[in-house]
């Protein structure tokens, strides 16, 4: 098994968790973005897209991260990513997809150069706008989580799941931005529930053999 992914990668760090929370050994390919080794033809061979992470497994390779997790899901049941209720799965998808699909795509790095390559921005303007994407993101999240009966220890009950697996690289990435975790309480409690385990300390980027400071 082969995971192609960079240590920042918010999306590489979700399937890191997921292949942790199954017990799945893998090796890591480093796609080193910021010297743009996703556009070179030997990367794009492997996914056509110029994103990762990509994952070689059972003899193909996957893409998207959600696609990933999921697949990993339903070929390595044990411990469970999703509830077993129709319900409780929609809330649990719905949950990583705002981080996932909302919040995300517009702070990735392609989206962040674009804004200074051809809209004139400066870097200093990038923290408020990554900072003002995750705030609406979390102001939702922190809304449809505070005090519902279905939570626990994680966004779903006492077990960490698909939305946990979402939500902890987008903290990550807020305390890279400083942004003030304060109106979000019930996120910065899952959030330190998570990071207890070996499964996503393992995977934070700080571990990862392609860190740099």
């Known amino acids: 098994m082969k995971l192609y992914g960079y240590f920042r990668s918010s999306a590489a760090f979700r399937v890191r968790i997921a292949l942790n929370l199954k017990g799945l050994s893998y090796d890591q390919v480093s796609i080193h973005l910021r010297r743009n080794d996703q556009a070179q033809p030997a990367y794009r061979g492997i996914n056509p897209q110029g994103l990762v992470p990509a994952l070689e497994i059972d ?17 390595y049941p044990e411990p469970p990513l999703l509830p077993s209720a129709p319900a409780d799965r929609a809330r649990v998808r719905a949950l990583a997809e705002i981080v996932a699909c909302d919040i995300h795509p517009i702070n990735n790095l392609r989206v962040l150069r674009y804004l200074i390559h051809n809209y004139g921005r400066s870097e200093a303007d990038l923290g408020p706008w990554y900072n003002h994407w995750i705030d609406a993101g979390f102001t939702a999240l922190e809304a449809l989580l505070a005090g519902d009966p279905r939570g626990g220890r994680f966004c779903h009950g006492d077990r960490p799941g698909l939305a946990d697996i979402a939500l902890v690289p987008q903290v990550v990435n807020a305390e890279r931005y400083r942004l003030d975790m304060t109106p979000y309480p019930t996120l910065a409690r899952i959030y330190a529930e998570c990071m207890k385990l070996p499964a996503f300390i393992a995977a934070h980027p700080d571990q990862q053999p392609d860190r740099e400071p």
């Open 59 to 75: 003899g193909q390779t996957l893409i998207q991260s959600l696609a990933i997790i999921e697949y990993l899901d339903e070929t």
